[in-house]
């Protein structure tokens, strides 16, 4: 049986990884961040050219279409800042109903892999293959227990980082270089704060939302 306080545990763990060492662990939230761009930039037909991963936490996804609808840009747009928190919530909910860790994290390699197929750049090629060899060798070579705990952790460490990335954004965004919100308001002819605060409001209602699910259904 797992400690009936796992979930406190691990959520104090990836605390430590998302705040404190933010400057190390930047990159895994970069992968979820692009590939939240690119999964939901597919998802609505939009073909990708490629994807970078940069030193310094930056990124960008690059697609071949030259003109994209005002849906395609919400869904490609919105999925980038909120792809953490998405794919964080989606890791709770699937803790919570009994999916096994071991499940949780291979579709976390799977969908790395898609991500690094689009790789285009050096870093990007060393730094996704070595976030991806951490969770596969959790994944394969790990008993169960250690499964769990990694597994509570990850996902912890996504809603957590969805939610940290934002004062970045917010001061990106004031030195007037954050082309996500810039697009998405020149597509959709809303401020780029508008899409600022729904960023900050839809990380922080993950994060809550997520940690509620965590806390409450612990193993």
Not at 138 to 157: G, S, T
Request: aromatic share 12%; glycine share 12%.
């Amino acid at each position: 049986m797992a400690d009936p306080g796992i979930a406190w545990t691990t959520g104090v763990v990836a605390f430590v990884a998302a705040v404190p060492l933010w400057r190390f662990t930047t990159h895994a939230i970069t992968i979820a961040h692009e590939g939240g761009h690119a999964m939901f930039g597919r998802l609505t037909g939009l073909l990708i050219k490629k994807v970078r991963v940069d030193r310094g936490g930056a990124g960008s996804v690059v697609f071949r279409n030259t003109e994209a609808t005002v849906l395609q840009t919400l869904a490609m747009g919105l999925a980038g800042y909120l792809g953490p928190s998405i794919f964080g919530l989606a890791g709770a909910w699937m803790l919570v109903h009994g999916v096994a860790p071991r499940t949780i994290l291979l579709l976390t390699l799977v969908l790395m892999a898609l991500l690094l197929i689009m790789v285009r750049n050096v870093f990007g090629l060393f730094v996704v293959p070595l976030t991806g060899l951490l969770i596969w060798t959790v994944a394969m070579r790990a008993n169960e227990q250690v499964q769990l705990v990694f597994a509570y952790i990850w996902v912890w460490f996504l809603l957590m980082g969805g939610a940290r990335q934002i004062p970045e954004l917010y001061f990106n965004w004031q030195a007037g270089g954050e082309p996500d919100t810039g697009q998405l308001a020149a597509k959709t002819h809303l401020s780029s704060a508008f899409f600022v605060a729904l960023f900050w409001l839809g990380s922080l209602a993950a994060l809550v939302f997520g940690g509620v699910l965590l806390l409450r259904n612990q193993p």
